[in-house]
Each structure stands twice: as structure tokens, then as C-alpha cells.
């Protein structure tokens, strides 16, 4: 009665149901640690099982259904010193470990990465993305990770992987050559690049990661914007037509320094200066030289004047001709005259000519006057 009582204290049945997502590794519970020798140990697809006896890695069973005998525990036989058939509980801790993929777990630069683009010069990324990952070694996995720990999750492991996932990123980025306005349509080689940089690292602590993706790859927000006002001006790295575009913006802007009427006013004369500067010339070359001033155009023609005397037409005369013409009383208000777009013949007192008459003295008074 006593050894049946016993016998019904010890574990003879060792199984394992995860119920959570995101568990790695859970040891089983047992009191004393106490194990019935032939007890049934089950291991379903997607675990392992591990032995930890008195601190030292005893034996790794992958999915099936054992029953804990000396034949199928050599390692931990050796360390019981077991004769065949001895037929007696032992103590030790067992540690189930998911081996199945930990999907989608995300990773991100946390400060920005410092490389030199070929047409920016230096600039700061930030990239991020998403990894797989699943157990490789569960018993290196047990040893260099998770310890003594009862129950280990993947986010107490994905930090450390972040880490090193960030150190690889930095540097391929930097040494790739890659510029960066490439980098969008280059992101798949980026990742295979860094998935096998890390993957002695991540080998070490008994992982794999069967996936790894980068998504994005940004520059900086005020960067991106400078970007998009070169892009929306078409001027493809002209600095100088740049500036002149950014200075018109701002000032014709509600806040800038010549806000309101007077800033649209300059903001308008500015860009239609730039406009004018900017026609002549292919996207992005240099501002052409100023144009030289046109000179001024010649002044109108004199208008030339026709005289009617007799039945008969006399000309044409020019307005200095005619002049002289006044002063010697060859013409008189009363002559008709006709110059271009005149309607019809009219007398000199009648037209343009009426001034010549006043420059004309009056005739001189006769003699003993």
C-alpha cells in the first residue's frame, strides 16, 4: 500500500499544449522533479523536448511518443550511472521548446544611419521591417538563452535580435554604394545581404530566421520635403533656380516675412521673374545671362505736307519747308494743305500748321509810318 501510494506520487505521463502564440520555451511542473522511470514522454510536431539534469544538458527528443527507458536516454543513463533495468524515479528538469516559426515580429532603427550617398553627399536613414523567426539547437537555444527561465517568450529574445539585425543593417547600408533614391527598388538583395551577415550570430544562440524583409528605407522628414519642391518645380538639382523658387514660396506665404498683400505681390514678381530665367534654358542647366537692354525704338516720322494752288498739287514738304514757306508769305492760313490720314484738304490755319504762323511776324509797317 505504502510503495503504491509512492508510486502514484511520480510523473508517468509528459506532455506539453501550447495555448499561447508567442511562447518559446515552457518547463514542465513537477513535484520533487521526481520522474517515474518508463514514464511516456509525448512530443508533438513543432516541440522538442529537453532534459536538464543536476545543471548539465542531459538528452534532446524531437516529435514522437518515448517511453523514458535506458535504451532511448543514453546521455542521461551515463549521467545516472543506470544499470539496465533499474526501475526507479530520477530527478530532472524538462524544458519544452516550440521549434515552429515566431512570424511577423517586427525590427527598426532606432537612430538614424549615417552613409554617404554619391549625389546627396552624407545623409541619415531610417529603415524597419519584419522577420521570422524559430529554433534551431533547442539545446544551445536552452543554454545560451533561456537558462533556468520557467517560461520564455519571444519578445524577451526579439530585443536582442533587433540589436544585431540594427549593427549588420548599419553597416551593409554604409558599404553598399546603393544611392539612396536606388534603395526602394533594391530592398530584396539589402535583405538577403543582411540575413546572411547575421546569420552566424543569430546561429550562436541556437536560432534561424527562415524570413526577413525590409520594407521601408526613409531619409529624414525635412529632407523628403526639400525633395518633393525640387521635384515639383522639375529643375532635377538646380541649386540656384532652387533657392529662387524656396525664397519666392516663403515670402508669398501667410506667415513669411512679406506675408499678406505685399508678400504675394513679390512672391508673384519673383517667380515670374524665375519663370522668364527659367525658360530660355533646358530643366536644369545653368541661369542664363541677363538679355542687354533693347535700345530704344526711332522716333515717328515727320509728316509730310502737300500744297493745292491753282488747280494743281505741290509736295511734298516737310514742316521746316513749310516754315520757311510762312516767313516768306509763300503760305498762308488760307492755303490748303493735306498730309496722310488728313479727310480731305483743309486750310494750313485749320491743322497741325497753325503754329508756324505764330512764329511768323506780322508784315512791317509801311514806310514814314
Known sequence: MVFDFLKGEFIDVIS????????MVWRFERRGQAIKYGAKLTVREGQAAVF????????????GLYMLETNNMPILTTLQHWDHGFNSPFKSEIYFVSTTRFNDLKWGTKNPIICRDPEFGPVRLRAFGSYSMRVSDPGVFLKEIVGTDGEFTADEISFQIRNVIVQEMSR????????VLDMA???ADLAKLIATAIAPKI???GLSLPEFYIENISLPEEVEKVLDKRTSVGIAGDLHKYMQFNTAEAMSAPGGAMGGAMGAGMGAAMGLGMAQQMQPGPWGAAP???APAAPPPPPPAAPSWHLAENGATKGP?????????????????????WTAGQ???????????????????PPPPPPGA
Open 52 to 63: 536538464v539534469h543536476e545543471g548539465q544538458l542531459a538528452d534532446v527528443f524531437g516529435p
Open 16 to 23: 506539453w499544449l501550447d495555448d499561447t502564440r508567442d511562447t
Open 172 to 179: 551593409v547600408l554604409a558599404s553598399s554604394g546603393i544611392p
Open 185 to 187: 527598388a533594391n530592398t
Open 343 to 361: 479727310d480731305g484738304w483743309k486750310p494750313a490755319g485749320d491743322t497741325a500748321l497753325a503754329r508756324l504762323f505764330a512764329m511768323v511776324p
Open 317 to 337: 514738304f516737310s514742316e521746316s519747308d513749310l516754315q520757311a514757306m510762312a516767313a516768306s508769305g509763300a503760305l498762308s492760313r488760307a492755303s490748303l494743305v
Open 288 to 290: 542664363a545671362a541677363a
Open 203 to 205: 546561429t550562436e544562440y
